[in-house]
């Protein structure tokens, strides 16, 4: 099942501009391969030119490597810096639409590069519920079932600034079932953000 509350608004590009895709990830890059396979299948007339990370362990950074995509390793430190170090690294690969993939970091969609209507985020919930600062992985999982909900799913939304917030472009639906852990139903979850993810970037930048 899809609900679509799609933004009004598609992202502008002049007719010799590719869609580079800067994704940024601080897990094990499932999302990013995700995307990256979406576009390669044609479904989104886009390219992952390169995924960011904040470690250099994590398993983003071999998966990405192995499927030929870049990845550029922002350190978290010095903290004031770290924004502008991470548009450094977006623009050092020409990249015009961010996908944060698994990223738990706020991501600034304002400054220099002007990011705003240029940069989705997926969470696994369907917000506005378990959504927040400190909400990510078998958290949001864990609470889902600790509140008895009979459903759950993900959702796809413009970055705002602030954590979860943005304008919702596509949310997926899936069923708690009785018996369920958290990696049970991450699992469930999982699934439907393949899917959604790609709905949602054909959504903003075109694709069949």
């Not at 958290?139 to 602030?162: K, M």
């Not at 999982?190 to 949602?200: G, K, T």
Request: charged share 20%; proline share 5%; net charge neutral.
């Amino acid at each position: 099942m899809v609900i679509l509350d799609v933004a009004d608004r598609r992202v502008q590009l002049t007719p010799a501009e590719t869609v580079r895709i800067g994704a940024l990830a601080s897990g094990g890059g499932r999302t990013v391969i995700n995307i990256a396979h979406a576009c390669a299948r044609g479904e989104i007339p886009a390219m992952v030119a390169v995924c960011v990370v904040t470690r250099a362990d994590a398993g983003a950074v071999d998966r990405c490597r192995a499927h030929g995509i870049p990845v550029a390793v922002v350190a978290p430190e010095p903290a004031e810096t770290f924004d502008d170090r991470v548009d450094a690294a977006l623009r050092a690969y020409d990249v015009n639409f961010v996908c944060l993939a698994g990223y738990l970091r706020r991501f600034r969609v304002g400054g220099t590069d002007a990011w705003q209507g240029r940069a989705l985020n997926i969470h696994p919930a369907l917000l506005p519920d378990f959504g927040g600062q400190g909400m990510y992985g078998d958290r949001v999982h864990r609470a889902v079932l600790a509140a008895g909900s009979t459903e759950s799913g993900c959702t796809v939304h413009w970055v705002d600034g602030a954590y979860d917030t943005g304008k919702h472009v596509v949310q997926r639906r899936c069923p708690v079932l009785p018996g369920d852990t958290a990696e049970l139903l991450a699992a469930r979850v999982f699934a439907e953000e393949c899917r959604a993810y790609p709905e949602a970037l054909r959504q903003v930048l075109g694709g069949v």
